[in-house]
């Protein structure tokens, strides 16, 4: 029988407690042997736009995701240099792990966004989806998306009822430069180390990135 591989992409400028709920529910519901938390590079939307450091993105996450054993880091896309794209992650990963059926992770925005996706055609076929509910997305909605994704691409979506936790890594930035608790956010060991570093302090020397969950 095949592994089951969950795929988890994400700035994680910070990882949080919504990320971590997020891969164990999908792991949990469809019953995934490991998932891959994969911290972008340089994202092709965001190209004008400053991040942290990745060093100290990288470390959070290895930080958040140590007391889960079915929880891995792939570091395919931010060891790079240039413009990443996820069809080009999803084909060096099949490489990694031949044999595997692979679950794309994400929330239901994606699905509003993927067909300008580099290669989308071949993405949507590649992999199988596991879509969760964001705020401001209505069920009818995303079933009529997943509907037609279906028919035009023959994607394998499915659905994730899981508990919705409103956290964005933009809003525990701003309260950071606003000198405001982010207590129980995210992980202990990732508050800790992001006062330890001073990340995302006003006129600090890593800077705040304003981008996109």
């Not at 596991?130 to 023959?154: A, N, V, W």
């Amino acid at each position: 029988m095949k592994k089951k591989i969950g795929l988890l992409g994400g700035s994680f400028n910070p990882i949080h407690t919504g990320h971590l709920l997020l891969a164990e529910s999908a792991r949990d519901q469809y019953e995934l042997d490991k998932v891959l938390f994969i911290p972008t590079g340089n994202n092709p939307f965001k190209l004008s736009q400053d991040e942290i450091a990745r060093e100290h993105r990288l470390k959070m996450v290895e930080l958040a995701i140590a007391s889960n054993d079915r929880f891995e880091i792939l570091t395919h896309e931010i060891d790079q240099s240039g413009i990443t794209y996820t069809i080009d992650t999803i084909n060096s990963i099949k490489e990694i792990y031949p044999d595997c059926d692979f679950y794309f992770i994400a929330g239901a925005d994606l699905m509003f966004e993927i067909t300008l996706w580099k290669g989308a055609p071949e993405l949507l076929k590649s992999v199988k989806f596991i879509t969760t509910f964001r705020p401001g997305y209505s069920h009818d909605r995303l079933d009529m998306r997943i509907k037609e994704l279906q028919e035009i691409y023959g994607a394998s979506i499915f659905k994730l009822y899981a508990t919705e936790m409103d956290i964005a890594s933009s809003d525990i930035r701003s309260r950071i430069k606003n000198g405001y608790s982010i207590r129980y956010l995210l992980p202990d060991p990732v508050e800790a180390y992001i006062h330890d570093q001073g990340l995302y302090l006003p006129n600090g020397t890593h800077g705040d990135q304003h981008e996109l969950d």
